[in-house]
């Protein structure tokens, strides 16, 4: 009786360990966990998670949903600063892309899956940059194709199509000096906007994404991103960004500077980033909810300022246009994706 006793003991405790040291299979990955992607716990501002596409490991920051006023402190009167509210987070890119992720997935999709770029990219501003500065010397059409490209890459549902139908990934874009539905210069409606793979940001979320503290107080939009004051100080902004006046005329390395609250880096200066959108000015007088700018117009966005310019360009609520088919040695991007 006695050792059935002891039998039955020494059993349990077996049960209890084997429990105790089998992981849950439903635990967080070792990219810090899958929430965005139907977990159970929802992510939090600024959490970070690892994406790996071939042999790069790049990071993202967690974006909750929320409302700000577009445009203060830098549009002026009498031109509207709306009420802007995103109904639903993202993830952006920590940092903005570098030559490595670039050339890690322009080659994957140039050589044998179907795409076409109108540029190959530089590292940085040409001078002999490692391949960690942003990737340069591309246009908005790359961008968009690249990001589709990203996508596909990593088994995700891809968000820019030919048409309206979104039944046919755009993969192939030219260099021409016109504006062109053909070569890529596509319309909201060819946009498949709750697909789960990569996209440009759209100027509310990348200006939302700049300035967000946390969600109630935000960062006022003449200062640069996570500057303590505004562009015109010298010392803070400097802490924050590459510019004109600590740059060496150069591109740096990404993440060098310090990152906003949300721990997204040079979202200030580096380089001038696309966004998604056609240019409209003024904004629409709002209240706005999820805008993704008008269909067509002439222009598409960029922001950030970069290290060729002013520190005047670097405030979070400054904005700016180029050709879509336009590219330059301060001309990059950072992706997003859906929550």
């Known amino acids: 009786m006695n050792i059935r006793k002891c039998f039955l003991g020494l059993a349990a405790i077996l049960l209890v360990l084997s429990l105790v040291a089998c992981p849950d299979p439903g635990g967080d990955s070792a990219d810090g966990g899958d929430s965005a992607d139907g977990g159970s716990t929802a992510p939090t501002a600024g959490e970070e998670r ?27 009167p009498p031109d509207p600063t709306p009420v802007v509210t995103l109904t639903k987070g993202f993830w952006m890119a920590e940092t903005e892309v570098t030559y490595e992720l670039w050339y890690e997935v322009y080659t994957w999709a ?31 059409r790359d961008a968009m194709i690249w990001c589709n490209a990203l996508s596909e890459k990593q088994g995700l549902t891809p968000v820019y199509y030919t048409d309206s139908s979104q039944a046919t990934v755009i993969r192939i874009v030219n260099d021409t000096a016109s504006i062109d539905p053909a070569n890529g210069d596509i319309a909201s409606d060819c946009v498949k906007w ?47 960004a590459w510019y004109s006046a600590n740059s060496g005329s150069s591109t740096h390395p990404v993440g060098q500077k310090n990152a906003n609250v949300l721990g997204i880096n040079d979202m200030s200066g580096n380089v001038w980033e696309w966004c998604w959108g056609w240019w409209q000015t003024p904004y629409d007088s709002g209240p706005l909810t999820d805008p993704h700018g008008p269909d067509t117009v002439t222009y598409r966005l960029r922001r950030s300022g970069c290290w060729d310019y002013y520190a005047f360009y670097l405030q979070c609520a400054y904005r700016l246009n180029d050709y879509p088919y336009r590219e330059f040695y301060y001309f990059g991007f950072r992706p997003v994706r859906n929550e």
């Open 194 to 240: 709750d697909a789960d793979g990569y996209r440009m940001p759209t100027e509310a979320e990348w200006e939302y994404a700049s300035r967000y503290r946390d969600g109630s107080d935000w960062t006022p939009g003449d200062y640069a991103s996570g500057a303590t004051a505004d562009y015109t100080d010298a010392g803070a902004t400097g802490l924050v």
């Open 50 to 76: 690892t994406e790996i596409t071939g042999s790069v490991s790049f990071d993202l920051r967690y974006v909750p949903k929320g409302t700000f006023v577009m445009g203060e402190d830098v549009q002026q």
């Open 110 to 140: 140039d050589s044998a899956n179907g795409y076409t770029f109108a540029n190959v990219g530089e590292q940085g501003d040409g001078s002999g940059d490692t391949n960690q500065h942003p990737v340069t010397t591309i246009n908005w």
